[in-house]
């Protein structure tokens, strides 16, 4: 099955029903070639649902808090889905016009029939966002120390659970037989659970692996992003019938992410945390500037949005290395790029 069974109980069923009122649709819409937001995009009310709500995605939260959508004319709503099922069933459902997920679930969405396809416009992140932590400094860490461990890991099919498993097998680690890797644990949940004297190490996204190392509770002995390489971890995403009713808003929400974009290349940690700050009130300043530090200092955040083909042939190869993978669709099935490329060129 290409859809791992965490998905299959929120979606499946959420497919078969959608099928009966796809529209059939080929590809991007283009648009008029007209820099900006045009008059369609006027107040008009964009739900974006959000994976996670995590410093890792700082470009976006730029774009909200330096009033980037709102110069664009969008009136924008932003929920958290926790989970990137929940968010794909936010989008299919219509509950959110746009998903802010790994774009593996596009693909899990598409080779289990959905004839609405949920194409990939835009990608934020090119690392992965998460680390492993230990329960002591470990100045030499070797990603052998694994073996024998019991890991606190991820979801099954999910992009940090799979890029960790990329990584060990990159370092000739059997994620099967070298080491246990806990998925039992929600996604959230694992950092508390670790505190809590749960696992040997643990894989956690920001602030976590930062609050663990305040706590005294863990140290971030090695980074998935920097040890897995270029990935394309993180992808805006809506359903191609959408895209095709509201080309403008597609590419007046890409030219404001553009701008965030722009933003975090071209400032500070320290500028960037004080821009996101309201975003994350629970977070002192300064846990933030470090955060968004060691983000910056990974190359994390890519400087355009466009979703490459290597790329993409990239993510399937992750998908069908980790055994989630039944057929491989095809570059232009899933990936639109032309609003990416405009935003490129009105930079």
Not at 315 to 332: F, K, N, Q, S, V
Request: net charge negative.
């Amino acid at each position: 099955m290409s859809f791992p069974l965490h998905f299959k109980k929120n979606i499946l069923s959420l497919l078969l029903i959608l099928s009966l009122f796809a529209l059939t649709l080929t590809g991007c819409t283009k648009t008029d070639g007209k820099k900006g937001a045009s008059s369609g995009t006027s107040g008009k009310k964009v739900v974006l649902n959000e994976v996670a709500h995590s410093i890792f995605y700082a470009p976006m939260y730029i774009a909200i808090e330096e009033g980037y959508f709102e110069d664009a004319g969008m009136n924008l709503t932003l929920e958290t889905g926790f989970g990137a099922d929940k968010t794909m069933t936010a989008v299919l459902s219509g509950e959110a016009d746009i998903g802010f997920m790994g774009p593996e679930t596009t693909v899990y969405a598409y080779n289990e029939g959905a004839s609405d396809a949920v194409l990939n416009f835009a990608q934020l992140t090119q690392r992965a966002g998460n680390f492993l932590v230990a329960r002591e400094k470990m100045k030499d860490f070797k990603w052998s120390d694994l073996k024998g461990k019991n890991v606190l890991g991820g979801r099954a099919g999910g992009m940090p659970e799979m890029v960790f498993e990329f990584v060990l097998k990159k370092n000739n680690i059997d994620p099967a037989t070298d080491l246990f890797i806990d998925q039992s644990i929600d996604f959230g949940s694992t950092a508390a659970a670790f505190s809590g004297s749960q696992g040997d190490y643990t894989v956690e996204f920001e602030p976590a692996a930062t609050a663990l190392e305040s706590e005294g509770a863990g140290w971030v002995v090695a980074s998935l992003g920097v040890d897995s390489g270029y990935v394309p971890y993180t992808a805006f995403s809506a359903k191609e019938s959408y895209i095709k009713e509201n080309p403008d808003v597609i590419q007046a929400f890409t030219d404001a992410l553009q701008k965030g974009m722009a933003y975090v290349n071209d400032h500070t940690s320290e500028e960037i945390a004080s821009a996101i700050a309201p975003q994350f009130p629970d977070t002192d300043q300064e846990t933030i500037t470090a955060i968004v530090d060691r983000y910056q200092s990974q190359d994390t955040w890519k400087t355009d949005l466009i979703f490459t083909k290597e790329a993409y042939t990239l993510l399937l190869d992750i998908l069908d290395e980790a055994g989630e993978l039944t057929a491989r669709p095809e570059y232009e099935k899933l990936i639109c790029t032309e609003y990416a490329e405009k935003a490129a060129e009105n930079k």
